[in-house]
């Protein structure tokens, strides 16, 4: 069974500030892996999805890298804003008898302080 | 088409009481998904339409939940003698079979059940 750990679980920093946010997964078996924000008490907004023979994607200030074979992902997000303060969550995308499915994380609960 | 919608929003009910949950995809999108959200979890899948095939099931879909897409449009998602324990956010998402198979998830609708 794919389990999919963020860490770390909260972050606070300075406006300005670069940052990264991990994620680690147990199954190296997967099709691709996308990041979402999600805002409190809303759905969740896609912001990059890798498949799995790439190494990295880029959306403006945000950068996603993937290593498949040691099960890890990165989310660095460069100057960091006010509007950046959400949970950012990993899943994992998977191919399973004809069907696709995704495995979340927890989620990273990222706090940007002006 | 500005998206996938879901209705209700907000939904509060008695213990026992049956609830139904409708969520209309982007139009063109033939697959689409339920997952369930906890407070400070992230999402886990419930089931998966592609058009108005019911392809896969979880484990956490007891007997008392049931969804249906019958004409590969719109879903709804039924449960029946609600539990304290089914207070959540259950979110639709959808997507267009593609090697990308990128999901657009809707707003959700949170389930409060006392």
């Known amino acids: 069974k794919q389990e999919v750990t963020q860490i770390p679980a909260a972050l606070s920093v300075p406006e300005g500030e670069n940052l990264v946010l991990n994620c680690s997964f147990t199954d190296s078996a997967i099709y691709n892996l996308q990041w979402f924000r999600q805002d409190p008490g809303k759905g969740l907004t896609s912001l990059l999805l890798?498949?799995?023979?790439?190494r990295e994607q880029t959306s403006g200030r945000l950068n996603a890298s993937l290593d498949k074979s040691s099960g890890r992902s990165t989310l660095y997000i460069a100057a960091s804003q006010p509007g950046d303060s959400a949970t950012y969550l990993c899943a994992v995308g998977t191919i399973g008898a004809g069907s696709y499915q995704l495995t979340f994380g927890k989620g990273t609960k990222l706090s940007v302080i002006p | 088409d500005t998206g996938v919608s879901q209705d209700p929003r907000h939904k509060i009910t008695k213990r026992g009481q049956n609830v139904t949950f409708r969520c209309d995809p982007i139009?063109?999108?033939?697959?689409l998904y339920w997952y369930r959200q906890t407070l400070g979890q992230g999402p886990e899948f419930l089931t998966y339409?592609?058009?108005?095939?019911?392809?896969?099931k979880s484990r956490l879909l007891s007997d008392r939940f049931s969804a249906e897409r019958p004409k590969g449009s719109f879903s709804t998602l039924e449960i029946q003698r609600t539990e304290q324990g089914d207070s959540a956010m259950y979110l639709c998402?959808?997507?267009?079979?593609?090697?990308?198979?990128?999901?657009?998830f809707g707003p959700g609708t949170r389930l409060l059940v006392l």
């Open positions: 998402a959808s997507s267009q079979f593609s090697q990308q198979e990128t999901q657009y």
């Open positions: 339409f592609q058009n108005e095939a019911q392809l896969e």
């Open positions: 890798i498949q799995s023979s790439q």
């Open positions: 139009s063109e999108h033939n697959r």
